[in-house]
């Protein structure tokens, strides 16, 4: 795969049909990456990297790569393709500008999980089948992949690419039995007392870095209210421990109907807080309420929080469901 | 060098707890983090924290005052929380550096008495490493992790704890656990310290070069070429300044209750598109700028005002935290030349 992309890329690039390509760089060790602009194809013949752990969704850096103006390529795993999708439907991106390469993705690696068995001073990993050979400075380690697959793609809900003017490898399927929402029911089986324990647990390993917001394709805001000292609630401190809580509560709602569940959040985490299950939780409501509803399938489409039909529930589903109102 | 068998370390930690208050690494299900002891808490040798121990000492957020307002007048609450006593055990050789960092900007003229005071009440018992991770690279920085800096330096080596005094208030420490500990030689230690060092020159960054950061590179280095592309996709999240051990900024900022003032203040990153926002404007208006900020500081600005000492103790913490992973490796590789 990193050769076929790596290649068309230069070609790309050489014949002048893009004058950027947006990917991903080796990084320090065997498991980091960062991403990309590559401009000169010798940077990208040394540098360029799709592997494993290649799991940046790619999709929120043509945001500000539009603005320049130019012709770009950026290569998109099936669920950045949604991403992608949302940003169009919301002008945020031009697709004029933009070249869709998309990209077969088998899940990606969490090297945290890696690390969470034990294993230190990483010097390299190499993928053979279905397993990770970590070689360590203190021995070789050999690991099953899926025991240390991302916990978002262990629920994938899509191999299928939603948008690509070009394929490299195979393009999938939707997957509506992935089970991404099966936490989220747990959670709602729980006692109102339980699940406010659980998220306050949670939450209150928030260090209020804004990861989440600005890996996060729909917060794509010139600036966000809680950054403005203009806004009367810029919220650099908060008074209260709860109030930290809720900057996640709100920020869930502003991207209520518009998350694809890409799950950039809870990979950027640096607490490992499951900020995705916020989201989550809104997608499966609303897929209850309104019918199902998957944000980033389409680019016209309007989302169940912006339109009307006549047969969407009434306010009164809050009480009919049990709660407090 | 004083010895306590690893079966009484439970009596070690119950009998300081009884004096003061005591935290320590433990084990959670997201990783490793300090929390106070008390009967049945298990100490974590995890090679490091989540989140850094400078927490103790220049809190996250922390309430410095309160006015209150009744008719004309306005009473000024002292909202101070930090006289008591305690102890962080288990604090790394990188860690243990960084305070002596911060040392030097908040100890300096004008002091700032909230760290001053915590510091005077606080403890340091370190721990040497015995199992170093391939983003460790406190050796760049003259640190060995195999002698860590603190009141009291650890090790934990056969079948006891060895304890070493390096300050008055460390002997003090000692004083009062003395019924539990007995003398010992150095032979153990000494043994661990040589094992370790020879796993240290295994770690691919033990010996980061640092020469390109020293002398008269301040232009040099403020003028790269290379700062765009390096900041490029910085996402200008937080996240590396606040598992810093060694960011010091912090914000100020006053809360209207309605009937007086709540005045906090809380660490502020130069990621921030705030940071030194200031009546005419901000001196620092794109990523490239902040992001060149926190290098500088840290490898150039800092050394120079402090004869020398980089303001970054290589714990590896933004290596392994940066959603992007972009850091101060990448950063010193680049602009020291070698990656060139």
Redesign the interface.
Known sequence: MQELMKNRAIELLSAGEVDRVVGWKK???AY??????FTDANDLRDNFVYDDFTA?NLSK?LVAECKKGGKMAVFLKPCDTYSFNQLQKEHRIKRELIHVIGIECNGKADV?KI??RGV????GITSEGANFVVE???GNETMPKYEVMAERCLTCKSKKHMVYDELIGETGDVNPDCGRFDMVAKLEAMTPDERFAFWRGELS?C?????C???CPACTCE?CVF?N?NSGI?Q????TSFEENMFHIIRAYHVAGRCTDCGECS??C???IPLHLLNRKFIKDMNELYGEYQAGEDTTSRAPLTNYNMDDCEPSIVHERGGKA | MKKIALSKLNDFFAAIAAEEKLYLPVDGEKGTDYKLWSEGVTYSRALNTNRSAKDFFFPQTENIVDFKREGKTIEVIDTRTEAEDFVVFGVRACDARSFGILDKVFLADPVDSFYASRRAHGTIVTMACTRPAETCFCGAFGIDMTAPEGDISCWIAEDALWLSANTEKGEALLNKVASLTEEGDTAAVDAQKAAVKEIAKKLPLQNLPTDAFKGDVLLEKFNSAKWPELSKACLGCGTCTFVCPTCQCYDVFDFDTGHGVKRARCWDSCMYSDFTKMAHGNSRNSQVERFRQRFMHKLVYFPMNNGGEFGCVGCGRCLSKCPINMNIVKVMKSLGGDAE
Not at chain 1, 32 to 37: F, L, S, Y
Not at chain 1, 236 to 239: C, D, F, S, Y
């Open positions: 990084g320090e060790f980091d990456c960062t991403p990309a602009i940046p850096y945290d690390k969470a230190d001073g990483i010097t360590t400075i203190y390993r260090i209020r870095c804004n990861a917001r600005n890996v600036q950054d000292p810029q650099k401190v908060a008074v990979r950027v640096p607490q490992s």
